[in-house]
């Protein structure tokens, strides 16, 4: 009650100044086009009605074509809102390019992306972002992983990220045992083969960014992925354990687990909300 008398005195002691409320937090739900840097990247939201917000900045996997990458983005956004117990988080799922561009050349729109959160989405969404996350499945969590080498955030999950080995990968496409793919087709054009230019395919391979991870990350991987995928596994794992210069790292197999573990398995999800849930 005193407060109340208290306001009621204050809004007469001030003549006709008119004083209105703070205006309210609203929810969202759509497509926004961001910059950063001069780096443009298409993201789609979705805001709960909160003034200050947690946020998971989220990547999809490969799409053959540029046309796609807004329904990907979307899509992945509404798999991590299905298995995110947090519903007060706000998601922000990435639409980053991939179809005219060779592979990993994208991490310059991923990357304004999460200095777009860091910097500057609060001002344009009337927000205070307070934590962030990255989380990403298959390429985008290729992405997020290298991401983690570059910028400090709260924490990182990768579901199933690759390719781990773009040496291996497209040296099968080379001698025709699995059928030849944009990715490796783009990079023999430029580099030639992976015989002639190893390690032009290794630079951008997963395999070469298992180190130096600023936060802590949770890699979650089934055991019954493509043989591609599990070829290098074992070695890419080894790589996160031996780390000296990394945060935290927690890796979790699902055995008989497929490549989308991380939204199908039970374990996955309780892990991926703990991870969360602790930081």
Not at 35 to 47: A, E, R
Not at 226 to 237: E, G, N
Not at 240 to 261: K, W
Request: net charge negative; glycine share 8%; charged share 20%.
């Amino acid at each position: 009650m005193r407060i109340k008398i208290f306001l009621l005195l204050f809004l007469f002691s001030c003549g006709n100044e008119e004083i209105t409320p703070a205006e309210e937090p609203s929810a969202f739900r759509g497509i926004k086009s961001i910059s950063y840097n001069n780096v443009n990247v298409d993201v789609v939201i979705d805001k709960p009605a909160k003034k200050e917000l947690d946020v998971l900045l989220v990547f999809h996997g490969t799409v053959q074509y540029d046309s796609v990458i807004l329904n990907a983005a979307n899509n992945t956004l509404e798999k991590f809102k299905e298995i995110l117990d947090n519903k007060d988080m706000m998601i922000v799922s990435v639409a980053y390019p991939q179809e005219k561009i060779l592979f990993g050349d994208n991490i310059i729109q991923a990357e304004a992306a999460l200095l777009w959160l860091k910097n500057k989405a609060g001002e344009e969404l009337g927000a205070t972002i307070k934590k962030i996350f990255l989380g990403g499945h298959s390429q985008g969590g290729y992405v997020v992983t290298r991401l983690n080498t570059m910028h400090k955030t709260n924490g990182v999950i990768a579901n199933a990220p690759g390719p781990l080995n773009l040496v291996y990968r497209c040296n099968l496409e080379e001698n025709g045992q699995i059928p030849a793919g944009a990715v490796c087709t783009k990079l023999r054009n430029e580099y030639g083969t992976t015989l002639a230019n190893p390690d032009a395919y290794f630079d951008r391979s997963l395999l070469n960014f298992t180190d130096g991870f600023t936060s802590d990350i949770l890699f979650v991987q089934g055991l019954n992925d493509a043989p591609i995928q599990m070829y290098s596994w074992p070695v890419f794992k080894q790589e996160i354990i031996d780390c000296t210069d990394c945060q935290g790292r927690l890796i979790v197999e699902i055995p008989g687990g497929e490549h989308a573990s991380l939204f199908s398995s039970p374990i996955a999800k309780t892990e991926f909300n703990a991870f969360i849930n602790n930081r």
